[in-house]
């Protein structure tokens, strides 16, 4: 709904409205849920701040003491989160997300095998269910060069065992300049050698077709994977990591004639088909390749840009050869769009409670972290402070009370009936009860909601403590409703 919303007629009340609407996205974008939990709790904390402050509150004070209070409240929900692998919790976390049982079973069946970092394609299904599959090994986008090289045309694509592969995004069009790679294969002694480059000429094609069923040595050319330079030599750096390569680079100056035998990976199994390149097995040295997902690691928990942890993660998935599939049925393309568009969000909540656990839900983990903040709230020596962890009593309450209303109870009665329960027990709004959240299974992605929580306090204390608006005399039109905002 926030995203729809382009352009107000106020423009004071436009900018604030764009102000919220970037900090929702920019969440979704990060985690793909949460965003409601961050807009109640936003609303809670910017409304109670913004009393204070028209009352004489310091308001960069009290923005200073709210983030305090958020780091303690983050920590408490640290010790609260749990993990969780077992494939019906996961199954009961993403029908929670997505509300489509078929889609929660066959995900949290991926993610039971792939894990945090594998690799999900969802694409788009020839049938009305829902189909996934498992792929053996690491995969890249850049499929086999020519049609005319596939091998076995039932399963349209070309296996090699016991294979050879040459890494390079060089334009390969000179016949002669190719022979040195051939001959350098031949004095190692392969008998299958695949070669990645950017691009085959017909001529240097006409050398692959010829090899063919040949007993001395046979050939696959497969387009470089990756669609950007940046892409193509990340993809070309993992697969030589991976297979104990070297990779020729035209940035570099390389050229065929610099190849030898040590450029060459191995693998024991490598197939392309039209769209992709797999490797299973490959034979490089394994602390190299443990060492570069570590660093792929750092880089992906540091990541800023929602684009950037999503290559990286790629990356992570296609190195520890988690790869799976998921192709999305429907009646209609509109029915398919849709299905795919919330699997791919209940796969980014699956991606959290793998990595992070999950807390009580029903907004039960907040009302937890009560008796924290009543602890410092009574420590406090400043009216600032104490405003600040009074706000954030409130907030941790309205997640809570904005889920019993809409389901029609009473927030103070029920709150009165949590009142001396232990932490994780919350009201179950189906059956009127108070139960142990974990036990019953009603549960919360514990990333989801320490980012919804970060998000609302931080852009909360930003706003509280904007005091002037600049509006442009002729603002830009807006028609993009994809946009995230200001």
């Not at 729809?4 to 985690?31: Q, S």
């Not at 929900?77 to 049982?101: F, I, R």
């Not at 069009?173 to 002694?189: K, M």
């Not at 509006?471 to 994809?482: A, I, L």
Request: negative net charge; proline residues 3%; hydrophobic residues 40%.
């Amino acid at each position: 709904i926030a995203r729809r919303i382009i352009e107000l007629a106020d423009p004071d009340v436009n900018a604030g409205a764009m102000f919220i609407r970037g900090a929702l996205w920019n969440l979704h974008d990060r985690v793909g849920d949460g965003v409601a939990t961050c807009a109640v709790l936003f609303e809670k904390i910017y409304d109670e701040g913004l009393k204070y402050i028209s009352a004489g509150g310091n308001a960069m004070m009290l923005q200073r003491h709210l983030i305090s209070g958020m780091r303690t409240i983050l920590q408490d929900l640290d010790v609260q989160s749990m993990p969780l692998k077992e494939k019906t919790a996961l199954a009961g976390v993403a029908q929670a997300v997505c509300y489509d049982s078929e889609i929660a079973i066959n995900l949290s069946e991926i993610f039971d095998v792939i894990g945090e970092y594998g690799v999900l394609d969802i694409l788009s299904g020839r049938h009305r269910k829902i189909e996934r599959k498992f792929i053996a090994g690491s995969y890249w986008p850049g499929g086999i060069a020519s049609k005319q090289l596939i091998a076995d045309f039932a399963r349209a694509r070309t296996d090699f065992y016991d294979s050879t592969i040459l890494v390079t995004d060089l334009d390969i069009d000179d016949p002669q300049a190719f022979l040195s790679v051939i001959r350098a294969a031949v004095e190692q002694g392969t008998k299958r050698l695949v070669v990645i480059a950017r691009t085959f000429s017909e001529q240097v094609l006409g050398l692959f077709y010829q090899s063919k069923g040949s007993d001395k040595l046979q050939m696959i050319a497969v387009k470089t994977p990756g669609s950007r330079a940046d892409v193509q030599m990340a993809y070309m750096q993992d697969i030589t990591i991976l297979t104990g390569g070297e990779a020729l680079f035209r940035a570099a100056g390389d050229t065929l004639a610099h190849v030898t035998p040590q450029h060459f990976g191995q693998a024991r199994q490598i197939w392309s088909n039209e769209n992709y390149l797999g490797i299973i097995s490959g034979q490089g040295d394994p602390r190299q390749l443990r060492h570069l997902v570590a660093q792929l690691r750092m880089a992906h928990e540091n990541a800023k840009n929602s684009d950037d942890r999503s290559r990286i993660r790629d990356r992570i998935g296609r190195l520890s050869g988690g790869s799976a599939s998921l192709e999305v049925g429907g009646i209609t393309e509109t029915e398919i769009e849709t299905r795919k568009d919330l699997a791919q969000r209940t796969a980014d909540a699956l991606r959290g409670v793998v990595k992070g656990g999950v807390l009580p839900g029903g907004g039960s983990a907040l009302l937890a972290c009560r008796p924290t903040i009543g602890d410092l709230l009574a420590q406090s020596k400043s009216a600032d402070e104490r405003a600040a962890y009074q706000i954030l009593l409130a907030a941790l309450e309205a997640p809570f009370r904005a889920l019993a209303e809409n389901s029609g109870h009473s927030p103070g009665a029920i709150l009165g009936r949590l009142d001396g329960m232990a932490p994780g027990f919350g009201f179950d709004i189906h059956t009127g009860d108070v139960v142990d959240m974990l036990e019953v299974g009603i549960l919360d992605v514990a990333t989801v909601q320490k980012e919804a929580l970060h998000s609302a306090v931080r852009s909360a204390g930003l706003a509280l403590t904007i005091d002037t608006i600049v509006h442009r005399k002729k603002p830009p039109v807006v028609s993009d409703p994809d946009a995230p905002g200001i």
